[in-house]
């Protein structure tokens, strides 16, 4: 690990435009299905961070052949039979969408892997993928009788499924959609509240079929797919870092293009507009698979608000830097229904209230978020960003407001989502 990193603290403002890395989930999933597909397929914007360069060489240890090309990158796909046994491990790294997607794929597959992560990855419960994938015959296990890695698969002839997901997750729906391609019938997958949607648009832009209404989902095994070319939008959960700085440090207006802009990912948008900020959307008039846009924030006079229910799915990586807005904001702010913080790659609900503090935000956690009052001045401290990508950048952007030395632990946590975080902030102030 790096030394602490002094952070830049008290921002006179943020102007210009910054263009955000690639998608993280469309990234994951482009090499997924393009090592799948017949036919070669050219990832365009590909997002070269520490995640998605595992779910890279995870392929290529099952025989993909996988060329880089700067930000692009051309997947040479065979087929789903045209995988092959893995002669090592499979691993992860600190990526839970290669551990829950690829074990749906692998659970097709007739041969034996074993996949493995990082320190974190091993607390995050698996049990949510593998017991779904073993209802439709899948073999596998893992430790404490599959609920962690390692997870052993012994991939195989798979049956359709009829499925009601028990938590809101786009991993764990995405996982059993990969078991559902490969699965002799028609599976129906329910999910409780709409999650993000990647998985299925990819499957369309790759010439397969997927229908999904009223948050049910049904998906017709044995499908193959076709190698095509994949614009990757710009990472909304990446630029939502840059959209909160524009709204809360002083004289500041920030210009995002080509951002993502699905609607199962846009809940920091709305949340932005309810407490008030100054923002604009303009869409751009593209027949992609997946809709992109500008986004240009300004310096708001926000106010707090509720935030619960089923908006919590389309924000659910943003809600650090959602509560970094709360300590700006007039009133009180509560967010409820984020239970899934707690098993993200940190209890996201403990580290976000007990880093906050440390600067000052008047700021408790609950059983299911946390409650936020606002207005309060940030000091400075030493945080830590507990290894946690999303709590380091939160964290780098509340130091723009304190006037007090800010130090940030493991600091280089951002790699795994934003390599180029910290030059491109230093770029626009």
């Given at each position: 690990?790096?030394?602490?990193?002094?952070?830049?603290?008290?921002?006179?403002?943020?102007?210009?435009?910054?263009?955000?890395?690639?998608?993280?989930?469309i990234?994951?999933?482009?090499?997924?299905?393009?090592?799948?597909?017949?036919?070669?397929?050219?990832?365009?914007?590909?997002l070269?961070?520490?995640?998605?360069?595992?779910?890279?060489?995870?392929?290529?240890?099952?025989?993909?052949?996988?060329?880089?090309?700067?930000?692009?990158?051309?997947?040479?796909?065979?087929?789903?039979?045209s995988?092959?046994?893995?002669?090592?491990?499979?691993?992860?790294?600190?990526?839970?969408?290669?551990?829950r997607?690829?074990?749906?794929?692998?659970?097709g597959?007739?041969?034996?892997?074993?996949?493995?992560?990082?320190?974190?990855?091993?607390?995050?419960?698996?049990?949510?993928?593998?017991?779904?994938l073993?209802?439709?015959?899948?073999?596998?296990?893992?430790?404490?009788?599959?609920?962690?890695?390692?997870?052993?698969?012994?991939?195989?002839?798979?049956?359709?499924?009829?499925?009601?997901?028990?938590?809101?997750?786009?991993?764990?729906?995405?996982?059993?959609?990969?078991a559902a391609?490969?699965?002799?019938?028609?599976?129906?997958?329910t999910?409780p509240?709409?999650?993000?949607?990647?998985?299925?648009?990819?499957?369309?832009?790759?010439?397969?079929?997927?229908?999904?209404?009223?948050?049910?989902?049904?998906?017709?095994?044995?499908?193959?797919?076709?190698?095509t070319?994949?614009?990757?939008?710009?990472?909304?959960s990446?630029?939502?870092?840059?959209?909160a700085?524009?709204a809360?440090?002083?004289?500041?207006?920030?210009?995002?293009?080509?951002?993502g802009?699905?609607p199962?990912?846009t809940?920091?948008?709305?949340?932005?507009?309810?407490?008030?900020?100054?923002?604009?959307?303009?869409?751009?008039?593209?027949?992609?698979?997946?809709?992109?846009?500008?986004?240009?924030v300004?310096?708001?006079?926000?106010k707090?608000?509720?935030?619960?229910?089923?908006?919590?799915?389309?924000?659910?990586?943003?809600?650090?830097?959602?509560?970094?807005?709360?300590?700006?904001?007039?009133?009180?702010?509560?967010?409820?229904?984020?239970?899934?913080?707690?098993?993200?790659?940190?209890?996201?609900?403990?580290?976000?209230?007990?880093?906050?503090?440390?600067?000052?935000?008047?700021i408790?956690?609950?059983?299911?978020?946390?409650?936020?009052?606002?207005?309060?001045?940030?000091?400075?401290?030493?945080?830590?960003?507990?290894?946690?990508?999303?709590?380091?950048?939160?964290?780098?952007?509340?130091?723009?407001?304190?006037?007090?030395?800010?130090?940030?632990?493991?600091?280089?946590?951002?790699?795994?989502?934003?390599?180029?975080?910290y030059?491109?902030?230093?770029?626009?102030?």
């Amino acid at each position: 690990m790096e030394a602490a990193k002094k952070l830049a603290i008290g921002s006179k403002g943020l102007r210009g435009q910054i263009t955000v890395p690639g998608d993280k989930s469309i990234s994951h999933r482009s090499i997924m299905f393009g090592a799948v597909a017949n036919g070669t397929t050219v990832i365009h914007n590909f997002l070269r961070a520490d995640d998605c360069l595992s779910t890279m060489a995870c392929f290529r240890k099952m025989g993909v052949e996988i060329k880089e090309e700067g930000s692009t990158v051309i997947v040479h796909g065979k087929g789903w039979d045209s995988l092959q046994e893995p002669e090592s491990i499979l691993d992860v790294g600190n990526s839970g969408t290669t551990a829950r997607l690829m074990s749906g794929i692998l659970s097709g597959r007739p041969f034996h892997s074993v996949i493995v992560g990082d320190e974190s990855i091993a607390k995050r419960p698996m049990k949510r993928v593998t017991g779904p994938l073993s209802l439709f015959g899948a073999d596998i296990d893992g430790r404490k009788n599959g609920q962690y890695t390692p997870l052993a698969i012994r991939g195989g002839e798979l049956s359709a499924v009829d499925y009601n997901l028990t938590v809101a997750s786009a991993q764990v729906k995405s996982a059993v959609i990969f078991a559902a391609l490969q699965a002799e019938g028609i599976s129906t997958i329910t999910e409780p509240v709409s999650t993000r949607n990647h998985t299925e648009t990819m499957i369309g832009k790759f010439g397969g079929e997927i229908t999904s209404e009223n948050n049910v989902i049904k998906v017709k095994g044995g499908q193959d797919f076709h190698g095509t070319e994949v614009q990757v939008p710009a990472d909304i959960s990446s630029g939502a870092f840059f959209l909160a700085a524009a709204a809360i440090v002083p004289d500041s207006k920030l210009v995002l293009p080509g951002l993502g802009l699905n609607p199962t990912r846009t809940g920091i948008i709305k949340v932005l507009e309810e407490m008030g900020a100054k923002i604009t959307v303009e869409m751009e008039d593209s027949h992609d698979f997946e809709p992109r846009g500008t986004v240009t924030v300004e310096t708001s006079s926000l106010k707090g608000i509720d935030i619960g229910g089923d908006i919590i799915p389309s924000l659910i990586d943003e809600i650090p830097v959602i509560a970094l807005l709360a300590t700006q904001a007039e009133g009180r702010t509560v967010i409820r229904d984020a239970e899934e913080l707690k098993v993200k790659e940190t209890n996201r609900i403990d580290a976000v209230v007990s880093q906050l503090k440390i600067l000052g935000a008047d700021i408790e956690s609950t059983e299911d978020g946390m409650i936020i009052n606002g207005k309060t001045s940030l000091r400075g401290g030493t945080v830590d960003s507990l290894g946690d990508h999303r709590i380091g950048m939160t964290l780098a952007i509340a130091a723009l407001l304190c006037n007090e030395d800010v130090e940030l632990k493991n600091a280089e946590a951002v790699n795994i989502s934003y390599p180029s975080f910290y030059s491109d902030l230093a770029s626009l102030g």
